[in-house]
């Protein structure tokens, strides 16, 4: 990638801005999704007697972020983004 040139300007330096903000944007929606739930489940616990509503947005701030570690497993364990080829072996164990 760093070696291919369009009209004599490396493709690298511009196409590496793409993935970087899009994971840094990613990781910003769910901390705010997350957090936006957690905040309204606190704010409806001193405000309202509704206890299904407290509890649907604690559970919904739980599954947000539990979705988003199973997002992130997948990136690494499944595809392996962020491993290096020669920790590709067994899952957990650098090959030697």
Avoid: C
Wanted: hydrophobic share 50%.
């Amino acid at each position: 990638m760093r070696r291919l040139r369009l009209f004599g300007h490396p493709l690298h330096p511009a196409t590496v801005h793409f993935p970087i903000g899009l994971l840094a944007g990613a990781t910003v929606v769910d901390v705010l999704a997350a957090l936006g739930l957690y905040a309204a489940s606190l704010w409806f616990r001193h405000d309202t007697e509704s206890a299904a509503l407290v509890l649907a947005t604690s559970l919904g701030g739980a599954a947000v972020l539990l979705l988003a570690g199973w997002f992130g497993g997948q990136l690494v364990y499944r595809y392996r983004q962020g491993v290096e080829s020669s920790e590709i072996g067994h899952v957990g164990r650098k090959t030697q």
